[in-house]
């Protein structure tokens, strides 16, 4: 089979949200994967930090950050933090609205004081509310807000009951940011991303396939959650997880069993990768 490029977003998907243990089904996949010449990455909105601990299972590159910071191999290949101005500007519409946030950078992730209060009133939830849950609760190493000390912040992340609050950072930094909302919860709780409109995951796969010379047709993504979209429209074939949003799922290639089920090397198996 011709070499392909396999991209694993990771909370939900390669390891139950939060978790940073993949299954060893999934692992002996993607070791088989390699064996056989393809190259299998992280494609994730978790910046560099959150995203080290599964290094160790020698993934080939990563897209982080949700497209803001690729590396294949050692070598930086795109790295695109926020201005300063669109920092501060997101922070404080954002604050004045009552909104909730986590801001990330390359090696480190700040949030609200009150984000674990906040959270604890919300029962079940997407993969990405509960990756939160699991940094609060000190499994990713998320710091408090008041420890951050200027450093270049790549993304941030909101929670808040209802859409309204985010109208008035809409209307300062929607030209500039795409607000990539999940699915809401009970009690009310929107979550979702503030992701620089210079970059997403599935913009992160094309440059990489274009400093690599793979076609696009060659890729695989899997995925479970919105700020997958841009990774499943990009990708040759698309991967959802039975555990993913509907919507995404709607728009999939192939929905495979969840991540507790070995999904991930069914799905391997089925498309001949291991």
Not at 5 to 11: K, T
Request: glycine share 10%; hydrophobic share 40%.
């Amino acid at each position: 089979m011709k070499e392909k490029l396999i991209f694993l977003d990771i909370d939900g998907t390669l390891t139950p949200a939060g978790s940073n243990v993949p299954p060893e089904s999934a692992l002996k996949a993607i070791r088989a994967a390699q064996a056989k010449g393809h190259k299998v990455l992280l494609c994730t909105g978790r910046n560099l930090a959150m995203l080290s601990p599964l290094l160790k299972y020698g993934f080939d590159g990563v897209v982080a950050s949700a497209g803001g910071y690729v590396e294949f191999g050692g070598q930086v290949i795109y790295d695109c933090p926020m201005s300063d101005r669109q920092r501060d500007i997101a922070l404080q519409t954002l604050h004045e609205s009552g909104v909730f946030c986590t801001i990330e950078a390359k090696d480190a992730t700040y949030g609200d004081a009150d984000l674990g209060d906040f959270l604890s009133q919300s029962q079940g939830g997407n993969s990405e509310i509960q990756r939160w849950r699991a940094a609060l609760a000190g499994e990713l190493g998320i710091q408090p807000m008041e420890n951050y000390d200027g450093r270049p912040i790549y993304k941030v992340v909101f929670m808040c009951r209802e859409d309204s609050q985010l109208d008035k950072a809409r209307a300062a930094l929607e030209e500039e940011f795409l607000f990539c909302c999940q699915t809401v919860t009970k009690p009310a709780c929107l979550n979702g991303e503030l992701i620089n409109r210079k970059f997403d995951k599935g913009k992160g796969i094309q440059r990489l396939c274009a400093h690599l010379g793979v076609d696009i047709r060659d890729t695989f993504g899997f995925g479970d959650s919105m700020n997958d979209l841009e990774m499943v429209q990009t990708v040759g074939v698309s991967v959802v997880m039975e555990n993913g949003n509907e919507q995404l799922k709607a728009l999939a290639d192939y929905v495979c069993p969840r991540v507790e089920e070995d999904g991930l090397a069914k799905a391997f198996a089925r498309y001949q990768l291991a």
